[in-house]
């Protein structure tokens, strides 16, 4: 009888895993190709794709839509480095002022005011460990994998979706990740599930908490 408790247990968990995952449809994806050229609004003469609308979608919740803010890692006076966030309180009022993203010489840039350098166009990468390979900018040196983002296209039963998606290594679903600080306040910061990023601690595929997306431009 206890060994049926535990079955029956191990595939409850397995069951609510699968359907957190599949949360996000099941796509073929397309790789775009390199450079600006493969991001929508794409300028021949300039070599120049935007301005960009880059945004979270297919994560099933409310902040579908919303569009990403910076989340320096110090809080005065901007920062050096830091993530590209979803602030589910500010994305919801008037007076967010989106940030400015392009691409230009072959990378996705956000306009960042970086602190002592200025106000500037940052490049955006995803990096880290292979667990926590984060959306973000200015990163430090830190162990491989350092990717750089490309586009990719979405086909979902035959049908082509419109926009581009943001990934690396053919691969474009994101871990969102919670965080509520004090001095920050909230918001999610997202992983790249690419090769070796699972939980180091579970083994699971998700972090406790954690849920699926994408990242779509516009």
Same mark, same amino acid.
């Given at each position: 009888?206890?060994?049926?408790?535990?079955?029956?247990?191990?595939?409850?968990?397995?069951?609510?895993?699968?359907?957190?995952?599949?949360?996000?449809?099941?796509?073929?994806?397309?790789?775009?190709?390199?450079?600006?050229?493969?991001?929508?609004?794409?300028?021949?003469?300039?070599?120049?794709?935007? @301005? #960009?609308?880059?945004?979270? &979608?297919?994560?099933?919740?409310?902040? &579908?839509?919303?569009?990403?803010?910076? +989340?320096?890692?110090?809080?005065?006076?901007?920062?050096?480095? =830091?993530?590209?966030?979803?602030?589910?309180?500010?994305?919801?009022?008037?007076?967010?002022?989106?940030?400015?993203?392009?691409?230009?010489? !072959?990378? *996705?840039?956000?306009?960042? !005011?970086?602190?002592?350098?200025?106000?500037?166009?940052?490049?955006?990468?995803?990096?880290?460990?292979?667990?926590?390979?984060?959306?973000?900018?200015?990163?430090?040196?830190? @162990?491989?994998?350092?990717?750089? #983002?490309?586009?990719? +296209?979405?086909?979902?039963?035959?049908?082509?979706? /419109?926009?581009?998606? #943001?990934?690396?290594?053919?691969?474009?679903?994101? =871990?969102?990740?919670?965080?509520?600080?004090?001095?920050?306040?909230?918001?999610?910061? *997202?992983?790249?599930?690419? @090769?070796?990023?699972?939980?180091?601690?579970?083994?699971? /595929? #998700?972090? /406790?908490?954690?849920?699926?997306?994408?990242?779509?431009?516009?």
């Amino acid at each position: 009888m206890e060994k049926l408790r535990t079955l029956l247990s191990k595939t409850l968990v397995a069951l609510s895993l699968a359907s957190l995952i599949s949360a996000v449809p099941n796509v073929t994806v397309v790789p775009l190709g390199s450079g600006c050229a493969s991001y929508p609004g794409y300028d021949d003469a300039s070599g120049i794709a935007g @301005p #960009l609308r880059v945004t979270v &979608d297919s994560t099933g919740k409310e902040f &579908d839509g919303f569009q990403f803010g910076p +989340q320096f890692s110090t809080a005065v006076g901007g920062g050096a480095w =830091g993530f590209m966030v979803i602030r589910p309180v500010a994305n919801g009022t008037a007076e967010l002022e989106p940030t400015p993203m392009q691409c230009a010489n !072959d990378t *996705l840039q956000a306009y960042l !005011d970086m602190g002592f350098v200025g106000v500037r166009w940052q490049n955006l990468i995803a990096a880290g460990t292979p667990a926590e390979s984060v959306f973000g900018f200015g990163l430090p040196d830190l @162990p491989d994998p350092n990717y750089h #983002l490309e586009t990719y +296209q979405h086909v979902i039963d035959g049908e082509v979706q /419109p926009g581009a998606y #943001l990934g690396a290594v053919n691969v474009t679903t994101w =871990g969102f990740n919670y965080q509520n600080f004090t001095e920050t306040g909230e918001y999610y910061f *997202l992983r790249l599930l690419g @090769p070796n990023s699972n939980n180091l601690a579970t083994g699971e /595929p #998700l972090n /406790p908490g954690e849920f699926t997306g994408y990242i779509k431009v516009t």
